[in-house]
């Protein structure tokens, strides 16, 4: 029954030494962003290769026109939900270090969350192709595209993991990291399909982690390496493990 999954979830976190979340786009769901695979997926709908590094390189004005409808035109209204809002308030109360994140849309540093490691890069930021300055989205002007660098007048590209681009050293080397060190791992809303980010768990468990997994349905996760399995809602399970921990 979930409840008592809930309530197995919930202790193993209040009894965990270092807790860790590891999140992909189901989390977001609920705050109206599609994932990427399944029934409403992104992918069902659209060609991943204006994605693709090259193909960016090649032609930036299709690649930008694509990227501005799906995601800057959506994601700017976008708020945390109660599953990225209940993270933020354990890591303030100390149940939860950290957050390693696959999702762009920036969503747990909205909720306030301190500690979040984005794999996958941000949307939020925008990086010269030329001369590697950075900016925030809110210097860019969308309107023109593709954006161009204010210094040497490259081309901007959102700071995204793109297609045959490699996950940001950083942001990869602390999330193996903190996987090593957690012992209790919480994973929310992932297919677990794109490496290396789908190893991260995996890492955690070999390293003695309880894992605790939450989802709408099973993942490649939940009969290997999952211990408490709870098929539900991101919001309704975070509300839930919440309202245990007293946040
Ligand atoms: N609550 C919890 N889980 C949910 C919810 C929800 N409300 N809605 C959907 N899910 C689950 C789905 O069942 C699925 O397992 O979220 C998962 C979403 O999977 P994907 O769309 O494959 O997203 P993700 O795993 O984050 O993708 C990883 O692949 O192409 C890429 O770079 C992209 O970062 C992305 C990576």
């Not at 197995?8 to 992909?24: D, M, P, S």
């Not at 659209?46 to 959506?74: R, V």
């Not at 490691?117 to 900016?135: A, N, P």
């Not at 925030?136 to 023109?144: M, V």
Request: a negative charge; aromatic letters at 10%; charged letters at 25%.
């Amino acid at each position: 029954m979930n409840s008592d999954k809930i309530k197995e979830a919930a202790q193993l976190i209040r009894k965990a030494k270092y807790a860790v979340a590891f999140t992909g786009a189901g989390i977001s769901v609920e705050s109206g962003i599609p994932p990427f695979r399944g029934e409403n997926g992104l992918w069902n709908t659209t060609d991943p290769i204006f994605l693709e590094i090259d193909f960016f390189n090649k032609k930036p004005f299709q690649s930008w026109q694509k990227i501005k409808d799906i995601f800057y035109d959506k994601l700017g209204d976008a708020k945390p939900n109660m599953a990225h809002l209940t993270l933020a308030k354990m890591e303030k109360r100390s149940f939860l270090e950290t957050i390693i994140t696959q999702n762009i849309d920036h969503l747990h540093q909205a909720a306030g969350s301190k500690n979040v490691y984005e794999l996958h890069g941000t949307y939020k930021q925008l990086v010269c192709t030329e001369c590697s300055t950075e900016y925030d989205l809110s210097f860019a002007d969308l309107n023109y595209l593709p954006p161009t660098c204010y210094i040497c007048k490259g081309i901007l590209k959102p700071d995204i993991v793109f297609f045959n681009e490699p996950i940001p050293h950083f942001a990869k080397k602390r999330s193996f990291e903190e996987a090593e060190k957690a012992d209790v791992f919480i994973i929310i809303g992932t297919n677990a399909e794109v490496l290396p980010a789908a190893r991260i768990p995996e890492v955690a468990k070999e390293h003695g982690a309880k894992i605790i997994e939450i989802n709408i349905q099973p993942s490649h996760y939940t009969n290997t390496i999952t211990d408490v399995f709870l098929e539900m809602k991101a919001t309704e399970a975070m509300a839930e493990i919440g309202k245990l921990l007293y946040l």
